[in-house]
């Protein structure tokens, strides 16, 4: 008996020196990749080829073209895979992903985005997609969709085929029952969208521009901004964003007054999902991305990598290992920042063990330009801000202790950079670190 707990142990001990071996050895090497755009084929005006030489131009190692599923035959799929193969290698990845769209109308969108899907077309058909076997129509009552199951239906049809399933430009509409496993925090073609609506209302440009991202932040950070006042045309003092959003849409098609958090889709920011995960409601944590949504992916100024992400891969480039890393959640969403983010060692998307009551945590962030400075940095921890920081320069390490871990909940990052030279502002978000305390 003896012999064998020692044998036990021996083993226990080999393994533990080769995992710590191996966590030593692989050193995680940051790529960026740009996951939703458009070509010919949808509504895009660009090739793969012409998105390849503007993403490798702004530095992105991989791209996944999404275009809409319901405008795809058989013959533009299988023709979308053979550009997309001819187009990759050891260092570039194009990748093919479809989106499957369902209402449109600027707070009314249902699109979620099949990611490392072979076929996208349900059962023997040619060219049915799945919002034509599950439609989810407009909801003239609001934002969000009418059949919140069909929704469901989509994402469970991509995880049966081996697929991530993201939920886009989703304007705080995400639902857990949807089981999507990314959203995007940021849509470059989203904001750009707003803007244009907001200049439409009156706003000047600068305004216009800031209205845009204001909505994306209420979309992702939910009640937390709802009451945030903003300016209003024709209103002498700022006005709640709620309010502000119910007026500016009974001006535009569908004329509907859209509020965003209507009852028929309850507000669900991202941190509120987060939360949902820590609390044990959902099983799996919804992981943040940035993409471009590119439109205009023909012009040599198109917006493919604009808006990005930042992985973290062990193992090199390849289409497995960077679909492991979204679904795991080592990213992080970017139009200008990068970041590194871990507690305790952990890395983004991953769990820290916290059993001391106290978390160490790790942070490094960089402008990515000479003319950018660091100008906000936010750690969320549990969905409230626990500290902001004002750097003023380009980069920026710190570890941090937090002494007052007494329950299970995450920390995220917010960065904000501002060109000093162009006046632009520029965001990153992290992914959270999970933090557990054992039983
Ligand atoms: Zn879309
Ligand atoms: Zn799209």
């Given at each position: 008996m003896k012999t064998r707990i020692l044998f036990i142990s021996f083993v226990t001990a080999l393994l533990i020196v080769f995992v710590t071996g191996i966590a030593i050895a692989k050193e995680l090497t940051l790529f960026y990749y740009d996951g939703h755009m458009h070509t010919v084929r949808s509504d895009g005006s660009g090739s793969v080829a012409d998105i390849k030489a503007t993403a490798i131009s702004r530095g992105l190692s991989a791209v996944i073209i999404t275009d809409h599923c319901y405008e795809l035959d058989r013959a533009e799929w299988d023709s979308l895979v053979a550009e997309c193969a001819a187009a990759s290698d050891s260092t570039f990845l194009a990748l093919p992903g479809f989106e499957v769209t369902g209402s449109d109308g600027i707070f009314n969108r249902t699109h979620v985005n099949a990611l490392g899907v072979d076929d996208p077309f349900v059962g023997d058909d040619d060219c049915l997609c799945p919002e034509e076997v599950w439609p989810s129509p407009l909801n003239p009552a609001g934002?969000?969709?009418?059949?919140?199951e069909n929704v469901t239906k989509w994402v469970d049809y991509i995880h049966s085929k081996g697929g991530i399933a993201v939920h886009n430009h989703p304007s705080g509409t995400t639902l857990l029952s949807y089981g999507v496993n990314n959203m995007e925090v940021y849509n470059q073609s989203h904001v750009d969208d707003v803007i244009g609506y907001a200049q439409q209302l009156g706003y000047p440009p600068n305004q216009a521009w800031a209205f845009g991202i204001t909505l994306n932040n209420f979309a992702l950070y939910g009640e937390r901004d709802a009451n945030m006042l903003v300016p209003f045309p024709g209103y002498p003092t700022p006005i709640p964003l709620r309010m502000a959003l119910y007026i500016a849409t009974q001006y535009f098609p569908p004329y509907i007054g859209q509020w965003l958090g209507a009852p028929q889709a309850p507000l669900n920011s991202w941190d509120n999902l987060l939360m949902a995960y820590v609390n044990g409601t959902a099983e799996t944590p919804i992981f943040g991305l940035a993409n471009s949504d590119a439109h205009n992916t023909g012009a040599v100024d198109s917006d493919v990598g604009v808006a990005k992400n930042g992985v973290y891969l062990k193992k090199g480039l390849t289409a497995k290992e960077l679909y492991n890393a979204i679904k795991a959640g080592h990213t992080f969403g970017t139009t200008g920042p990068s970041l590194a983010l871990k507690v305790n060692g952990e890395l983004m998307g991953d769990t820290a063990y916290v059993s001391d009551g106290s978390a160490d945590i790790s942070l490094s962030v960089n402008s990515e330009s000479p003319t950018a400075v660091l100008v906000k940095i936010d750690i969320i921890k549990n969905g409230s801000i626990w500290q902001t920081i004002s750097p003023f320069a380009i980069t920026y390490t710190t570890t941090l202790e937090d002494?007052?871990?007494?329950?299970d909940g995450y920390y995220r990052v917010e960065v904000t950079s501002l060109d000093?030279?162009?006046g632009s502002y520029y965001f990153a978000w992290s992914n959270p670190v999970f933090v557990r305390i054992p039983d």
């Open positions: 934002t969000g969709a009418v059949y919140p002494a007052g871990v007494t329950c000093v030279v162009s």
